[in-house]
């Protein structure tokens, strides 16, 4: 008796469970579709009184050969990086209201000229107060140190000149007017465009920068957060990068931004799509990178630490100590 699963076709659908799998071609789905009307209406020499029964356990054996290739076949096609931008904007919104007085966030920085280094920032509509190594990172690196002394960084009052604390990479937007902002992404998109001042690089690359800044460090609402990616999701020029592992060692997907022409710049950003965070930021200049910012931790507390003093005394270099 011939065996139904000798057909070349069939052959191949059962090997693809679970394996990789690429889609049938044109002729190969009309031989698929042909095999299985075959087993399920005609009889085989020797047997030409197969049990419907039979008949029936065979279809259904097919089908689900069938099935488990149509999975296969979702579940290894690779997504576009819209699409991934698109899942994380949906998921972003899903997520709970903020609630605490202060935005924590603490994040890690590497750039050419220092060593890595934490920043972490307490802001709330009223005040802001920040502890940034970078300074003291900066000089140690620049003087020829192997490290530096995170206990030189001091906590900082970024209003202690009367302004008020803005977020952004571009426009600087204060707590109550991100608050106003539309959550509609075209909407957005426009009223963002429209507050930035020219850098030189392009507006496409003023409008990226902006977001990514607002994604990373404000209080956007999980409303907000979903209309951002939606604006990123439909920037030109975006490429999926797949799956990553950002600098805490932590899964991520990463989507790309071309702007070498524009800038001679290549933005990553990796970035968790289940729950809508940005993990980490990356820009690339002639292959190296240029900078990186690592979300290390986010969320709201109810207090911030009390600001420091110089630790030379009024005037004195605000990040070393004497």
Known sequence: MTDPLDDPVL???????PVHVVPLTPEESARSE?????????????????????????????????????VALVATTPASAEQVLLEA????????????????????AEDPYSFPYEREIWSSRDDAVLRDEGGVSFMAFSDGKDTFDPSLARVMDLNEDGETSTFGNGESITWDELAELPTEPRALERRLSEGLAP?????????????????????????????????????P????????????????????????????????????????????????ADGTLAHRMTVLESGYRDVAPDVEPYHCGPGSVPYVSC
Do not use: C
Request: charged share 20%; proline share 5%.
């Open 11 to 17: 052959q191949r659908l059962a090997a693809a469970n």
């Open 34 to 70: 042909a095999a299985l009307h075959r087993i399920v209406t005609t009889p085989h020499q020797g047997q030409r009184r197969r049990s419907a029964s039979m008949l029936r356990r065979w279809a259904t054996v097919v089908a689900a050969l069938l099935t488990s290739v149509a």
């Open 89 to 108: 904007a949906e998921n972003a919104a899903k997520q709970q209201p903020p609630s605490g007085e202060y935005l924590y966030v603490r994040s890690q």
């Open 199 to 235: 850098s030189g690089h392009g507006d496409e690359w003023d409008l990226w920068k902006q977001v990514v800044g607002l994604l990373l460090e404000s209080p956007a609402s999980p409303d907000l957060r979903r209309a951002l990616w939606q604006v990123l999701a439909a920037a």
């Open 237 to 284: 020029g975006t490429e999926l990068l797949g799956a990553m592992t950002d600098s805490a060692g932590r899964p991520a997907t990463g989507i790309e931004a071309d702007f070498t022409q524009e800038v001679g710049e290549r933005e990553v950003l990796l970035l968790d799509p289940s729950d809508g965070t940005l993990l980490e930021s990356r820009t690339y």
